[in-house]
């Protein structure tokens, strides 16, 4: 499905991950020029992603870390990083278990975010954690 506004993910038959698919990326074709836009609805992806864990827990973990580490860069990028902070926290606290790429990510983004709040010795505990994650074996 084409998206062409913040409405097309809320349209009969969306599957509640297309829904929150579909607001992730809404939120991020717009972040630049619509701030208030694309933070309401990677809030609002944020909010249906937690719900939706709930319902199966694990079954979605890693689109509620991806949603959350959308609304801390989007936050970052409004130099809101003390409300990034929690958010990206939460996505390393989510994508630990399952560690790979998901988790390299959330710790990136924790280290830009303790970068932001000049915790420089976390951000770069967080970073060299990161470093160590291996790519996957390649055939």
């Known amino acids: 499905m084409t998206r062409n506004g913040p409405d097309d993910t809320t349209r009969s038959g969306t599957s509640d991950v297309e829904v929150i698919e579909g607001l ?20 609002e992806a944020v909010a249906r992603s937690r719900a939706l864990d709930a319902r199966a827990p694990g079954t979605h973990t ?10 801390a860069k989007l ?25 790979g790429a998901p988790l390299a990510v959330a710790l990136y983004c924790l280290a830009t975010t303790l970068e932001s709040l000049h915790r420089y010795s976390e951000a770069a505990a967080a970073i060299a954690e990161a470093d160590q994650i291996l790519p996957p074996d390649e055939p």
Not at 75 to 98: F, H, I, N
């Open 62 to 71: 890693t689109l509620l870390a991806r949603s959350l580490l959308a609304k």
């Open 75 to 99: 936050l970052l990028k409004r130099d809101r990083a003390a409300e990034a902070l929690p958010l990206a926290q939460e996505a390393v606290s989510l994508t630990r278990p399952t560690g």
């Open 24 to 43: 992730l990326a809404y939120a991020q074709t717009r972040s630049s020029r619509w701030g208030g836009a694309a933070l309401k609805r990677v809030s």
